[in-house]
């Protein structure tokens, strides 16, 4: 029913920034929640952060917080992650994933095809 497309990853140096776009086919996509999630090699998919169907509310990993924003546009069915003053911590494939808002990976069934993102000290 919900088909997720990523966009916006790439290499950047520790203190620059990237935006993350998640974009949505289908009405449905405006009802649901949306979370962002990373994962390296040999990890567990970690929550980064989360936005509620309206976009009124938000919620992050204390990590990004005041770092990542988290928006949606949902006119164009397209959730954005702003991702400042990175760090090579913060190097990983990037997923949004879109369902009840949940931060646990097993409870969601629409998932991107994951960006990766590299952040050089």
């Known amino acids: 029913q919900v088909q997720l497309g990523q966009s916006g990853g790439g290499l950047v140096q520790a203190g620059g920034s990237l935006r993350l776009s998640c974009s949505a086919s289908g009405r449905a996509f405006s009802t649901l929640a949306v979370t962002w999630f990373r994962q390296i090699l040999g990890n567990e998919r970690e929550w980064v952060a989360v936005?509620?169907?309206?976009?009124?509310?938000?919620y992050y990993i204390d990590s990004v917080k005041g770092r990542f924003t988290i928006s949606r546009d949902n006119a164009k069915n397209a959730v954005y992650l702003q991702m400042n003053s990175l760090k090579p911590e913060d190097t990983a494939v990037y997923y949004c994933?879109?369902?009840?808002?949940?931060?646990?990976?097993?409870?969601?069934?629409?998932w991107g095809q994951g960006t990766p993102v590299t952040v050089s000290s």
């Open positions: 994933a879109a369902g009840s808002g949940s931060t646990r990976v097993e409870d969601y069934v629409y």
């Open positions: 936005i509620s169907w309206s976009g009124n509310t938000s």
